[in-house]
């Protein structure tokens, strides 16, 4: 039984259906959730998405993802009508793909689409789909659908929780330690992220990396305390501190 506002929802989504790209009525399984919002959930495996921009662009459109354990996922994404767009997918933010359906032909038909994988810890995810460029003369619709597969952790998109995404990250694994410490001597100074996603601790390591004996570790690291009091990020009080642990290291 339809109640009158299931109704009044199911004919704007066919008023709207008949005003898309090539007049093509989606899939009857897809229509009758969010319409206002321009998304309408599928009761199939792919969800019917549309970018409801008014032409503007870049039209974004955000879905939420919840998984109740760790895992990898798989998202697959297709243009569903003229194959005629590019759109950018962003997961928590961080960007995973580019999906250009644009084809020269312009020709009706489905694009094949693509997947692409994200690690995902247990918990609710934004899932961004941006539209930049597109032939539509009205609203653009597009499929997607996710498949939960064992996890391995291997498409995080911000793995050290530095707030920098992957592909902007120059250190995607940083040391977040709250403070700079060597060894067992915690210095108690505050370890900084640097713009670049590089922390004062993953330089430090680097010296010891790197470094052949004690000698070259203590230089390495004076240098890079020198550089820090010079631009003010650590008082020479704060050099001092550290320079004993290092001092103290082996
Ligand atoms: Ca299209
Ligand atoms: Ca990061
Ligand atoms: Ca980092």
Known sequence: MLSAMGLIIIAFVIIVSCNKEDSLVPNKADLGADA??????STTAETYIEFWCDGALPCPLD??????????????????FIPDDLVEVLVDGCWLA???????????????GETHTVSLLAGTHTITFILTESGASGPSGWYYETTEVPFTG??????DGDGICWNEDANDNSNMDPTINIGDCDSGVANMLFPDGTTMMDMIEECMANAKNHGQF???VTQLLNGWASEGLISVTDKGVIVSCVGGSN
Not at 36 to 41: T, V
């Open 98 to 112: 580019t999906i250009d359906s644009r084809d020269p032909e312009g020709v009706s038909g489905s694009h094949p």
């Open 36 to 41: 206002a919002s321009g998304l309408l959930k």
């Open 63 to 80: 879905v939420e993802l919840t998984v109740a354990t760790d895992a990898d996922v798989e998202l697959f994404a297709r243009d569903g």
């Open 154 to 159: 291997g498409f995080l998109m911000d793995a």
């Open 218 to 220: 203590v230089s390495c």
